[in-house]
């Protein structure tokens, strides 16, 4: 687990942690949707029947949650040269995963309900 003992700003806002954050959180949504979004103007891909770009959207955001190959990662790419680093790598991590599920979570929560009333099927007489 992840000590937040001795937890301080400086430690949260140092460039490493912070990256990592930003990477999970924007990159790996970005890099996803994009992806998807050239696969299907470049006709390679389509999206599934029912799907709409929203939705595809707050599922790329979902997709910065991340822990076993993003400590997998940090553990080969920052060796541990004591108690006293500089930097935890785990809190980018951390936070990075916290953000992209909160905020993917009422991302598609809103979208959903939209996406619902749009496509809710006629009773049948």
Known sequence: ???L???TLEAFLHPVPMGIALGLFLGKQIGIFL???AGV???I???PYG???PVLYGA???SGIGFTMSLFIASLSFEKTGINTIFDERLGIMTGSLLSGVVGYFVLKRVLKR?????RATPLE
């Open 45 to 47: 891909a389509s999206l």
């Open 1 to 3: 687990g992840i000590s």
């Open 35 to 37: 992806f998807c979004w």
């Open 60 to 62: 790329a955001i979902l």
């Open 115 to 119: 996406f619902k009333k749009a496509h």
């Open 5 to 7: 003992s001795g937890l």
């Open 51 to 53: 799907m709409d770009w």
């Open 41 to 43: 103007k470049l006709k």
